[in-house]
Antibody, heavy 115, light 108 residues
Framework: QVQLQQWGAGLLKPSETLSLTCAVY????????WSWIRQPPGKGLEWIGE???????NYNPSLKSRLTISVDTSKNQFSLKLTSVTAADTAVYYC?????????WGQGSLVTVSS | EIVLTQSPATLSLSPGERATLSCRAS??????LAWYQQKPGQSPRLLIY???NRATGIPARFSGSGSGTDFTLTISSLEPEDFAVYYC??????????FGQGTKLQIK
């Protein structure tokens, strides 16, 4: 059974870089895309982007200019970096397995941007 | 980008009642639509994929239907644990995935 565990800094100042990592345990890491999704407090879900084991990425156009998603196949991990954060980037960030549907999901990481 | 519009925004029902949630797409997504349930403080959970297929472990009271632009999630008889927020998701025009804005199902 695939499980995703994520971690990263929870409090950032405006203009800093958000950095999160998601580790995949159990199941196959290859042959899937791996996604990041976020949810501002009290609001809906927004898909951020994805990567596969070959390093091929797809990004949400609304975030593309600030976004980098990378993969470390030796550790079955993938990472998110979002530069120049503002208060609007405050959200719970989730990782998830993709390719078909987003399932399963990690536990979520609250990232707060505040001066 | 395909926009998904869910209705109603909030649905107030009692346990044992039937719930009908709607998701409408701005253009056809064929059958590439899924439904998720999210409870407070939890990650979303996949309920239904490809319009009408229940995910592993999902009770039979949950069912999905529709095609093209209009989709429905039906909960035949509400249990107390079903009160949550429900999201639809499309992957027809992917990337990007797009979500609906959610329907909150609350106890009446």
């Amino acid at each position: 059974q695939v499980q995703l565990q994520q971690w990263g800094a929870g409090l950032l100042k405006p203009s800093e870089t958000l950095s999160l990592t998601c580790a995949v345990y159990g199941g196959s890491f290859s042959a899937y895309y791996w996604s990041w999704i976020r949810q501002p407090p009290g609001k809906g879900l927004e898909w951020i982007g994805e990567i596969n084991d070959s390093g091929n990425t797809n990004y949400n156009p609304s975030l593309k200019s600030r976004l980098t998603i990378s993969v470390d196949t030796s550790k079955n991990q993938f990472s998110l970096k979002l530069t120049s954060v503002t208060a609007a980037d405050t959200a719970v960030y989730y990782c998830a397995r993709g390719s078909n549907w987003l399932d399963p999901w990690g536990q979520g990481s609250l990232v707060t941007v505040s001066s | 980008e395909i926009v998904l519009t869910q209705s109603p925004a909030t649905l107030s029902l009692s346990p044992g009642e039937r719930a009908t949630l709607s998701c409408r797409a701005s253009q056809s997504v064929s059958s590439y639509l899924a439904w998720y349930q999210q409870k407070p403080g939890q990650s979303p959970r996949l309920l239904i994929y490809d319009t009408s297929n229940r995910a592993t472990g999902i009770p039979a009271r949950f069912s999905g239907s529709g095609s093209g632009t209009d989709f429905t999630l039906t909960i035949s008889s509400l249990e107390p644990e079903d009160f949550a927020v429900y999201y639809c998701l499309q992957r027809s025009n992917w990337p990007p995935y797009t979500f609906g804005q959610g329907t909150k199902l609350q106890i009446k």
